[in-house]
């Protein structure tokens, strides 16, 4: 049933990452952000699974420090209205207490990313 749920949404998600070139890996992160916030929301409900798909790759992008990833980019390629996205990101990086480098969705990009902002710090 949760598979269910969350196939619309997962589709648009291993379509959208090609464009960014993101990983296999990431979308599997990416799968397990939105499981998670099925399981804190319960059944969500959607008319476009494209603004969820695209709130749970500017998430993903915000956590890992991609600036690639825009908001303004997701909107345009997806169709969907910018603030439709923007609601549906706040609601999951509230709903899943979503900090920058997340440890529970963080990808090789994020890891160099926290290791290259230690190192400069200590110069």
């Known amino acids: 049933e949760e598979a269910e749920e969350a196939s619309p ?3 648009i998600v291993k379509v959208v990452v ?3 070139g993101l990983s296999h890996y990431d979308v599997q992160m ?3 952000m939105w499981r998670h916030y099925c399981i804190v929301q319960g059944r969500p409900r959607y008319r476009r699974p494209e603004s969820w798909g695209g709130a749970l790759l ?3 992008g915000g956590i890992n420090d991609l ?3 825009q908001a303004g980019m997701i909107s345009d390629f997806l169709d969907v209205c910018h603030t439709l996205l923007k609601k549906n990101y706040e609601q999951l990086c509230r709903s899943l207490e979503l900090t920058a480098y ?3 969705y963080l990808n ?3 890891l160099v990313s ?4 230690e190192a400069w710090e200590q110069d």
């Open 9 to 11: 949404v997962v589709e």
């Open 18 to 20: 090609l464009i960014f």
């Open 30 to 32: 990416i799968e397990t």
């Open 58 to 60: 500017l998430a993903f």
């Open 67 to 69: 600036d690639h990833i």
């Open 102 to 104: 997340d440890v529970r």
């Open 108 to 110: 090789e990009q994020g």
């Open 114 to 117: 926290i290791v290259a902002g």
